[in-house]
């Protein structure tokens, strides 16, 4: 099995900026897909985006496209995602998730999943 532990998230002004991390136990990190989900308050999780086993490709949904960035240091067994010129509408528990190889873009099929880091950007 895979533990995920978010950490990073945290209170922010419109326009500002967080680095959420994802910390993975266990031996076979880089061979998960690593997704990044959120869920506002009152509202379904949605999927934000996807990073490649190795990094080499990302994929990010239209509404933050630009702004978040993914990334992943399978040496430290981590997953970054990069938020900027945040959005009151950004507010949201903010989720890891891991999969076996599939394509970034497809949103279903994690079966791992962190606990969760909370953001919260005030306008």
């Known amino acids: 099995q895979v533990q995920l532990v978010e950490s990073g998230g945290g209170l922010v002004h419109t326009g500002g900026s967080l680095r959420l991390s994802c910390a993975a136990s266990?031996?076979?990190?880089?061979?998960?897909?690593m997704g990044w989900f959120r869920q506002a308050p009152g509202k379904e999780r949605e999927f934000v985006g996807a990073?490649?086993?190795?990094?080499?490709?990302?994929y990010t949904v239209d509404s933050v496209k630009g702004r978040f960035t993914i990334s992943r240091d399978n040496a430290k067994n981590s997953v970054f995602l990069q938020l900027t010129s945040l959005r009151p509408e950004d507010t949201a528990v903010y989720y890891c998730?891991?999969?076996?190889?599939?394509?970034?873009?497809?949103?279903?099929?994690?079966?791992?999943w962190g606990q969760g880091t909370r953001v919260t950007v005030s306008s």
């Open positions: 998730a891991a999969r076996s190889g599939s394509s970034i873009r497809t949103p279903t099929g994690y079966t791992y």
């Open positions: 266990g031996r076979f990190f880089s061979a998960y897909i």
């Open positions: 990073i490649s086993t190795d990094g080499s490709g990302t």
